[in-house]
């Protein structure tokens, strides 16, 4: 069975930073994308990064040049370093891995930004 689990959750205040950490078990994972989604209250679920098995990365726009996505393919590790944080980044973090054409989901972590 995948598992996701994330740490890192914290509170920051703004022009901080904070490293979120997800480790994946339960499979052999070849061929995927990871990535980290956020959901602010009151508002949809929506992509911050993703990256690939080729590390190939993605950002969304308000996060790219804060943002970085990475991932450590020994440890089923992937992590998203965030610098200069902002009050409107304050979101439940959510880890995601799409792996053999199914979506996996972690229980989320909040980070919270503030002014």
């Known amino acids: 069975q995948v598992q996701l689990v994330e740490s890192g959750r914290g509170l920051v205040q703004a022009g901080g930073s904070l490293r979120l950490s997800c480790v994946a078990s339960g499979g052999i994972f070849a061929f995927y994308v990871m990535g980290w989604y956020r959901q602010a209250p009151g508002k949809q679920r929506e992509l911050v990064a993703t990256?690939?098995?080729?590390?190939?990365?993605n950002y969304e726009d308000s996060v790219k040049g804060r943002f970085t996505i990475s991932k450590d393919n020994a440890k089923n590790t992937v992590y998203l370093q965030m610098n200069s944080l902002k009050p409107e980044d304050t979101a439940v973090y959510y880890c995601?891995?799409?792996?053999?054409?199914?979506?996996?989901w972690g229980k989320g972590t909040l980070v919270t930004v503030s002014s």
């Open positions: 995601n891995l799409y792996w053999r054409t199914r979506n996996y």
């Open positions: 990256i690939n098995t080729v590390d190939n990365t």
